[in-house]
């Protein structure tokens, strides 16, 4: 269904952050990687959260909302995001509110996605990252496995009337593990998995998350420091392992004999019907023959 059709995938875990205050828009953009002042409502960005040393601490979307900031992050970060940005509170016109236990994520996603939501006159925002209202719910452009897909966040008490939009459609349940095979199949790095707090942004696929041209915020001098050298020393990348049982994160990836890098996250693709998965590789084993765990492997696509 992911990759013909649709499927819905349960992210209510996902935390959910309202910024409020006069200063939130000035606070958000000096506290992540992309430009949060040229947002409007209705529109919103990926991004990350830096620390002054340029590595990521957590990432996330960021929406704008009239009269404040939706910011959606990772489960296992939202705790972390609130922490760092209260640090830097001080005489900020800014409020934090953790609403994640009241509201809940459930995305639709699958090339049949957008279809299935105007059967049911569901608006779309076409943007990526932009969002329109239905029915007490945000629905926003983003996605969790790579296919084109439509996110709904809503008020825990209308699960059962989204749950009943969907499956009245004929769409399916996709389970995490089912979403992650496609996930790593799309080369999609997850924050926690993937990309952790050693990580440089420019080490990850998502370039979309830094704004080249704007101005100072928390870990910009490294990041500039990184682009104007013009290169890094590793990266993230998608590989094909010829197996078909997957490698356990923390594998070892060789070349000629030599450790070179090593498997974050992967799955047997039965669509591929071999094993997918993501790594991170240095960059001068990228072009080359590799293996793991004894396997023949390879870089599908070198993740810049």
Sequence with gaps: ALHEGAAWIDLSGRGKIRATGDDRVRLLHSM????????LPGSGCYAFFLSAQGRILADANIFCMPDYLLIDTEPETRQRV???LDKFIIADDVTLHDFTDDYGTI????????????????????????????????VAHVTYTGQPGYSFI????????????????????????TADVVRIENGRPRYGVDISEMTLPQETPLAHAVHSAKGCYIG??????VRSRGHVNKMIAALDVQHDSP??????????????????????????????????????????????????????RAVT
Excluded at 126 to 136: G, I, K, M, Q, T
Excluded at 154 to 177: K, M, N, Y
């Design 154 to 177: 809503f008020p825990v008490e209308q699960r059962e009337s989204v749950l009943a939009h969907l499956t009245g459609a004929g769409v399916p349940h996709a389970d995490i593990a």
């Design 32 to 39: 992540t990687t992309n430009h949060i002042q040229n947002l």
């Design 247 to 300: 490698p356990a994160p923390g594998a070892k990836v060789n070349a000629d004999g030599k450790e070179v890098g090593v498997v974050t996250s992967a799955a047997f693709s039965p669509s591929r019907n071999h094993v997918v998965a993501l790594g991170t590789v240095r960059a001068e084993a990228l072009n080359g023959k590799l293996t793991v765990d004894g396997a023949s492997a390879s870089v599908r």
């Design 107 to 138: 995305n639709i996603e699958g090339p049949e996605a957008e279809a299935i939501l105007r059967r049911f006159d569901v608006p779309t925002a076409h943007l990526p990252f932009s969002f329109a209202e239905w029915s007490h719910c945000e």
């Design 82 to 84: 609130i922490e760092h």
């Design 220 to 225: 910009q001098e490294i990041v500039e420091r």
